[in-house]
């Protein structure tokens, strides 16, 4: 069974968005409201004259030990066989519970007015019928079908590199045992999928 996971190397990230573009229409994310499923944040570090900019891409990290899954009350956060953290939306009370939980910031609020707009927008091709709490699914609609998520697989750089952790032979694999790629905040226990090498 595949153990699906990311490395973003954060060397190769330019800051374009194409990541958050390609997943907004691939996933029907509210961007009207500005809430988006991945973001590439833009970090100014130092004093001036020692600047430096650092653009970090954010995505749900699809834990081991998952804070969001453990605090649903609801059961609509569940993890698939190959460790993907998904929500049943059906279930999805909107306690937000999980987005409290979350220290990665990855999940928000798909609202009322979010599915109105969206259901005008998008038909009778409309993914979101209720209000949820919703987060990045590593497209596994994709993913099934032997593609990439949307936002590596539209990345000009190849910042996101998309795989099977577990497979010696996949690219994902060998840069998060090269020793540069990295979690983000480690010292929170939570044993993330994505990986970062940085700048």
Not at 82 to 95: F, L, P, S
Not at 121 to 135: E, I, N
Request: aromatic share 8%; net charge negative; glycine share 6%.
């Amino acid at each position: 069974m595949a153990r699906y996971g990311m490395v973003m190397d954060m060397r190769l990230c330019v800051g374009c968005q194409a990541c958050m573009a390609a997943c907004s229409m691939e996933n029907q994310t509210p961007y009207w409201n500005g809430k988006f499923r991945t973001h590439v944040e833009d970090i100014e570090h130092g004093l001036y004259p020692n600047v430096h900019r650092e653009l970090l891409p954010r995505l749900c990290m699809h834990c081991d030990n998952t804070p969001c899954l453990s605090a649903c009350p609801s059961g609509a956060t569940y993890r698939t066989e190959e460790g993907i953290i998904r929500i049943n939306y059906d279930r999805c009370m909107g306690c937000y519970a999980c987005s409290i939980a979350c220290p990665y910031d990855a999940r928000y609020p798909y609202d009322r007015e979010d599915v109105k707009t969206a259901a005008e927008l998008y038909d009778d091709d409309l993914s979101h019928r209720v209000p949820h709490v919703d987060k990045c699914s590593f497209c596994e609609h994709r993913v099934l079908e032997g593609l990439t998520p949307g936002c590596a697989g539209t990345c000009p750089t190849n910042a996101r590199v998309f795989g099977d952790l577990d497979d010696p032979e996949s690219e994902v694999h060998k840069l998060s045992k090269t020793g540069k790629a990295k979690p983000l905040r480690p010292e929170l226990g939570t044993s993330p999928k994505v990986f970062y090498i940085p700048s």
